[in-house]
């Protein structure tokens, strides 16, 4: 703690809900009264140095994190949560506490390199089916499989970072922030399933934007038709998949959009290319075969290419994922948490543009120096 400066009661208060504790339990562990504790984040007392070197320690951040500035929570009536009906209101606290911790994050690279510009069309009234087929228009992507989500929303001026892990119950969420668009993965979930979320928060950012509400079944049923319509776009499947098909045909035809079976066969129903006994039928059969709960042989995890080139960018320069989390007052471990744990994976063959035209994701320091070649080349999806 740095002598003289004055402990920030908000940062107090997210940190102790991104930890998912309640000021009964964080008083009890750093041994000061409730009453006290609520004080500290009322902003009508400052804790001694011995109490703030507690408290850092009982929620694992460093003392100089409560000493910034005021950080205004995220208010839970702006965020699209998937599932949101099945989250109880402290796993709701850490997501929003885990997206302004993240605000940050990106607030630090931004101000470094110069990222994608949003281009996240708001539709106020279209149909979810209508509403998949004008952003695919618009980006250009005609009826073709998207092959990789998270470098289609990035290439937009999404940012999206992922879940920390120990908060499985949370599947995904998203918001604007500062005319920004935020989407959160959570990444204990297949692959496969990833990509619908992903589809799903762009559903709300689409069609709820800033406006509508984002919050219960309307909202949900909506981003979900509109995942399903984007993913898997009409006359794709009708001109791939026969009519009646088969479990073997459907497990075989995921692979095509890479989407769940199960999502694949309510596309199909939903196209009308199942019957609804075929559909009760397929679902039945994938069940048994365990593609319920997982996605026997499927695809590989999709990560952040933003990340990957802005880390590497920095390392080039000197600059470590350490110091990054010293200069945001956070533990790497923190840090690794919001960036896909850092860990980039490339998928050879899988790199070819096949999503028509796409910005280039040129990554320009806030001095005017380009990067390396290797960070500025076509991001292909």
Known sequence: MRDGTLVTPSRITLARKRRGMTIVELARRIDVSTQSLSNYERGRQQPSKETLKRVADALKFPPDFFQGEDLEEIQPDSVAFRARSKMSAGKRDVALSVG????EVERYISTRFRLPEADIPTLEKPAPEI?????RSRWGLGQIPVSNMVHLLESRGIRVFSLAPEYAEVDAFSFWQEDK???????LKSAERSR??????????VMHGLSRNVAGPEAEQEANAFASAFLMPRKSVVAHMPSGAFVDQIIKGRRIWKVAALALAYRLHDL???SDWQYRSACVEL??????????GGIQRETSQIFDKVFRSLRGRG???SEVAVALNITPQELSQYVFGLTITTHHGEGHNTEGPRPKLRLISSTNDDLPDSTSRRAHG
């Open 181 to 187: 668009p935020f989407i959160f993965l959570n990444t």
């Open 319 to 321: 600059v470590n994922p």
């Open 131 to 135: 509403a998949a087929e004008m952003v």
């Open 100 to 103: 302004r911790l993240a605000v």
């Open 272 to 274: 009308n290319i199942l």
């Open 196 to 205: 619908f979320d992903a589809a799903h928060e762009l559903g709300h950012l």
């Open 287 to 296: 069940s048994k075969r365990g593609y319920r709960s997982s996605e026997p």
